[in-house]
């Protein structure tokens, strides 16, 4: 096991197993090598500038759960007598707290990386991404829409293809990006143009034709309102910012929110970003509504 990338822990590892395992020594080898696995697939994943922080975290926030599974234990081990139930379940939830911040920590790391990659990429750049993606999938519905016209797919509904179609399309009219939408007008018309087409997708006069005036009306309405001040309410504890240059509910607070606040955050779709230092979901009705259940706060908007 010398060999292992954390075999150094290896008698944490074998403590937390102390009080509930039979043979704490394997199960801390366990351990130890599970860790040590995963953590080398991870650096493997990352960029070696961030190798040194990752590792670091990662050690951090394993030791934390060791620590706090060596507190917990089992009557099968210790014995039942005198055995204090209520210390052990309190001991048990901490344990699962501990593990579930190693686990979250994990995959919001990657995640606080894939965006700053993405926040250094061109604009060019993302909107070629942008359309590749959607590019895929207006090009699979249209060619199942063609094969219902031609009577080879029998059993699909072809009203139901085109306005799930159609609501791919309004999904890239919502980012008020003229030349996007002009990339997508083209590649319908090129659709439409096809030897393959039996009939119009989308009749001569359906909406989607009028697609550059709806993107045109999209960027307006997010002009509008990105020019608005941004909003601060304070509530005992934090502050809730109504950002609306980045069209996001945010909340930060003054001290690190308990695993319950942090559960019920991310249960209504709420989610850490480090960079803006706050939880924080698309500003709308909706989100304005559960931030005054989670902090209590009034919001006038």
Known sequence: MENLLLSEYYDQARAAHQHTSFDPEKRGEQYI???SQELENDLQKLDVEYHEEYKSKYIQKMLAWFSAKSRCASTMITGGSNFNVRRAEKANQSEHN???EFIEFRENFFKRIEKAKDRAKSPDQKRVEFFDQYKKEILSSSVSIIEIDKGINRYSSRPLLVTNLFGKIQTIIKKGDHQLSEMTLDLL???????EIVKPIFTSRHKVWKLLEATEAQREAIADRQAQENIEIQFDGGVIILNYQENRLQITHDYVPSYDVRKELKYNGFKWSPFNKAWQRLLNRNSISVAQKIT??????
């Open 33 to 35: 090598r599970s860790c």
């Open 98 to 100: 501990r593990m579930n």
């Open 189 to 195: 018309k090129e659709i439409h143009s096809s030897d």
């Open 296 to 301: 209590g706060a009034t919001i006038l908007n």
